[in-house]
């Protein structure tokens, strides 16, 4: 038999421990992945055309993400870019050049995946996608009141 994936592992975790909320995933993701995933709203992500994005830093993960007043979009997008850091894609991924000509000033990191909303030709971007689609669905499985899905993903 195949031992599970970090991804397999995830789910597992997220099954067994029964999150309802985004924090816990990723406080759970940080321990699989071994380092912090430090999530950061970014002001500069405002007019740009992506949502957000995960950098990789030698001792950390580091999202970034559009400023936004809605809880539900935040959420999604951390899972999206939770997906990109679980699946690995930093490792088979070239870096991204509109992401390094946004943000020119943090030379030292490693720019692993960009999110353009819309734009899912990408192999990766789906696959981020799909697991975002699949974390709101075990939250909300373990919400109390079926309801309190809107207050994580809408």
């Known amino acids: ?8 592992r995830f789910w597992q975790l997220g099954a067994d421990a029964g999150w309802t909320g985004i924090d816990e995933a990723v ?4 321990h ?8 950061r709203e970014e002001s500069f992500l405002a007019d740009e055309p992506v949502c957000g994005f995960v950098a990789t830093l030698e001792h950390q993960h580091l999202v970034m993400i559009s400023p936004t007043p809605s809880l539900t979009f935040r959420a999604f997008v951390i899972g999206h870019e939770l997906g990109h850091v679980l699946h690995g ?31 899912f030709e990408n192999e990766y971007e789906r ?3 799909l697991f975002a689609d699949r974390l ?19």
């Open 1 to 8: 038999m195949t031992p599970p994936t970090l991804v397999d």
């Open 27 to 30: 406080v759970a993701a940080e």
């Open 127 to 129: 696959e981020a996608e």
């Open 136 to 154: 709101a669905q075990l939250i909300r499985g373990h919400r109390e009141r079926p309801s309190a899905f809107r207050g994580v993903f809408g």
């Open 89 to 119: 894609h930093h490792e088979a991924a070239p870096q991204a050049a509109a992401i390094r000509s946004l943000v020119p000033d943090l030379p030292e990191y490693k720019v692993e995946r960009a999110l353009a909303r819309g734009l």
């Open 32 to 39: 699989l992945v071994g380092k912090p995933i430090t999530v």
